[in-house]
């Protein structure tokens, strides 16, 4: 039972690339988050998915959007990378909303 | 805007004695309240929650604190043991958007044996 997997687990960017950071949950929760943690800020919620076919925004949402592509899938893509958005990024799910929240292993994001 | 707060950065206790992390919050609307707890690498895992409606809920050497009036949380540890070595984080739900569950920005509990 793999929980929550990420990929990739590191990722270096130049200012202006895209990438799509991935999720999967095997846990059949209805819902999924991405998170955001920088240091001194604790995570951070960037947009969230209430159950499949639904997105919305988080606290820091600007520069990212997402996909529920299925009930195991978020995706969160970054259109135009910013030094801004070096951080860790974490996935995470949950049977419903706003309850124990199951995290993956974290993206380490590095934009230069 | 932090509306949950760690206000320690670091914790340092010796093997066998309690350790005690505090969570201060200021949205008297929060009624769901989890600690988390992180490993070097790791992505955050579950450790305890505590609902508004109790103030103290346990779970073996683990027990969570609720102070309403003071909107104050603490988690004790004990004994501490050394692996229990790691961030701890805060959390925080419901009320106006119930749909964001807030984190404290952490405290690093160092247990030295």
Redesign the interface.
């Given at each position: 039972n793999a929980g929550v997997t990420q990929t990739p687990k590191f990722q270096v960017l130049k200012t202006g690339q895209s990438m799509t950071l991935q999720c999967a949950q095997d846990m059949n929760h209805n819902s999924m988050y991405w998170y955001r943690q920088d240091p001194g800020m604790g995570l951070r919620l960037i947009y969230y998915s209430a159950s499949e076919g639904t997105t919305d925004k988080g606290e820091v949402p600007n520069g990212y959007n997402v996909s529920r592509l299925n009930k195991r899938e978020f995706s969160l893509r970054l259109e135009s990378a910013a030094p801004s958005q070096t951080s860790v990024y974490f996935c995470a799910s949950s049977v419903g909303l706003s309850e124990k929240l199951f995290f993956g292993s974290g993206t380490q994001l590095s934009v230069l | 805007d932090?509306q949950?707060k760690?206000n320690s950065?670091s914790l340092s206790v010796q093997e066998g004695r309690i350790s005690i992390l505090n969570c201060d919050y200021t949205n008297s609307m929060f009624d769901?309240f989890?600690w988390?707890k992180k490993y070097p690498?790791?992505?955050?895992?579950?450790l305890i929650?505590i609902s508004s409606i109790k103030d103290k809920n346990e779970d073996g050497r683990f027990t969570v604190f609720l102070n309403k009036s003071a909107k104050h949380l603490s988690l004790h540890i004990v004994p501490s043991q050394p692996g229990d070595s790691a961030v701890y984080?805060c959390?925080a739900?419901?009320g106006d958007n119930?749909?964001?569950?807030?984190?404290?920005?952490?405290t690093r509990l160092t247990v030295k044996p």
């Open positions: - | 932090q949950v760690q950065p769901y989890l988390y690498a790791e992505g955050p895992t579950f929650s984080f959390a739900s419901g119930n749909n964001d569950m807030r984190f404290g920005a952490g």
